[in-house]
């Protein structure tokens, strides 16, 4: 069974950083791309980033390009999202996300883990 | 705002026929697969369709997705009282290079 557990979210003062850990399971992780996708209270889902097998390709939304840094672990099965000069607007649920082999497109989802980030 | 434009809400009697409308452009529907992703209160998002039209092992039947050019839709058939959940549809935005999310639609049973 495919299982991906968040953590590391929290409350975090404006201009903060923060790091968030996706840990998968049941599933060949080095061969699948994954995601993360966010969604703020009361708010539809925003696509955050993409990173493909092997780490060769990256993609961040507009939103967050300079400040949010994708990664894997392979061979720890992990995902990772480095958050940095978090806002306001970044409070939300951050969901990790299975993608493809061959695409990124989200598929198996995470329970998500809570950034605040407030004064 | 998105570059998808789905309804916010749409509505059904239970056993009735729900469609939702997703549209986009030639940059991302338009020449990219639909996905759509049904979220329950209180849950992570579950995916519902995929490359269109495709169901995941698990999804009903009663669920059907569709694309034509740059506009996509799903359909629910024989809705029923747990089908009250937001529905988005996403795709790959080719001149963004991002993915993409509509609003969400929020389909209520009455």
């Known amino acids: 069974e495919v299982q991906l557990v968040e953590s590391g979210g929290g409350l975090v003062k404006p201009g903060g950083s923060l790091r968030l850990s996706c840990a998968a399971s049941g599933f060949p992780f080095n061969t699948y791309s994954m995601n993360w996708v966010r969604q703020a209270p009361g708010k539809g889902l925003e696509w955050v980033s993409t990173i493909s097998s092997s780490s060769t390709k990256i993609y961040y939304a507009d939103s967050v390009k300079g400040r949010f840094t994708i990664s894997r672990d392979d061979a720890k099965t992990s995902l990772f999202l480095q958050i940095h000069s978090l806002r306001a607007e970044d409070t939300a649920v951050y969901y990790c996300?299975?993608?493809?082999?061959?695409?990124?497109?989200?598929?198996?989802w995470g329970q998500g883990t809570l950034v605040t980030v407030s004064s | 705002q998105s570059v998808l434009t789905q309804p916010p809400s749409a509505s059904g009697t239970p056993g009735q026929r729900v469609t939702i409308s997703c549209s986009g452009s030639s940059s991302n529907i338009g020449s990219n697969f639909v996905y759509w992703y049904q979220q329950l209160p209180g849950t992570a998002p579950k995916l519902l369709i995929y490359?269109?039209?495709q169901r995941p092992s698990g999804v009903p039947d009663r669920f059907s997705g569709s694309k034509s050019g740059t506009s996509a839709s799903l359909a629910i058939s024989g809705l029923r009282s747990e089908d009250e959940a937001d529905y988005y549809c996403a795709t790959w935005d080719d001149s963004l290079s991002s993915y993409v999310f509509g609003i969400g639609t929020k389909v209520t049973v009455l």
């Open positions: 490359k269109n039209n």
């Open positions: 996300a299975r993608g493809g082999i061959l695409t990124g497109y989200p598929t198996t």
